[in-house]
T-cell receptor, first 108, second 111 residues
Framework: AQRVTQPEKLLSVFKGAPVELKCNYS??????LFWYVQYSRQRLQLLLR??SRESIKGFTADLNKGETSFHLKKPFAQEEDSAMYYC??????????FGSGTRLLVRP | EADIYQTPRYLVIGTGKKITLECSQT?????MYWYQQDPGMELHLIHY???????EKGDLSSESTVSRIRTEHFPLTLESARPSHTSQYLC??????????FGQGTRLTVV
């Protein structure tokens, strides 16, 4: 079955430290992967998608098909990055499968 | 402004009551979704719709039902609420090859 795994429920780092939020997936086809973010008291929103190969708010994510991973990275964390981050896999044209999320806490 | 709206944001209701969670979008997207999320857990797809008069059940079995009479409206109904229905319900909309846009969610508590 298709699955998205985020092994860390909580990741705590100090401001300025590098951040890596892990995401592994299982999918038999060609995957389309996303990172969503939810800031406190805000709705879930798209952060980035792998097909765009873009950097948003300093975050990047590279799809590694060999390791079936799509880890989210940022070289220098900021306090405003504190949020819940969800990795998601598009299984078909309509269905998004989400991981359980990782709470990132950036301490001053 | 193009957006997706969910009402109510919070609902506390007694066991056995019938409830309808509203979801409306002004984005013009054909596809709409309902996800259920327990605290600290992943989002589970419970219903989706390709367009008007199209509704399908998602991966997570749910006692709720949905309807899609108009493109912009995708309400979710529980005929008889139970404490096990306590959860957060997220509505989303999307078009072909676009990401899902989420509403603010409805946090339901059944007492």
């Amino acid at each position: 079955a298709q699955r998205v795994t985020q092994p860390e429920k909580l990741l705590s780092v100090f401001k300025g430290a590098p951040v890596e939020l892990k995401c592994n997936y299982s999918y038999s086809g060609s995957p389309e992967l996303f990172w969503y973010v939810q800031y406190s008291r805000q709705r879930l929103q798209l952060l980035l998608r792998h097909i765009s190969r873009e950097s948003i708010k300093g975050f990047t994510a590279d799809l590694n098909k060999g390791e079936t991973s799509f880890h989210l990275k940022k070289p220098f964390a900021q306090e405003e990055d504190s949020a819940m981050y969800y990795c998601a896999l598009r299984e078909s044209s309509y269905k998004l499968i989400f991981g359980s999320g990782t709470r990132l806490l950036v301490r001053p | 402004e193009a957006d997706i709206y969910q009402t109510p944001r919070y609902l506390v209701i007694g066991t056995g009551k019938k409830i309808t969670l509203e979801c409306s979008q002004t984005m013009g997207h054909d596809k709409m979704y309902w996800y259920q999320q327990d605290p600290g857990m992943e989002l589970h797809l419970i219903h989706y719709s390709y367009g008007v008069n199209s509704t399908e059940k998602g991966d997570l079995s749910s006692e709720s039902t949905v309807s899609r009479i108009r493109t912009e409206h995708f309400p979710l109904t529980l005929e008889s609420a139970r404490p096990s229905h306590t959860s957060q319900y997220l509505c989303a909309a999307g078009g072909p090859n676009t990401e899902a846009f989420f509403g603010q969610g409805t946090r339901l508590t059944v007492v």
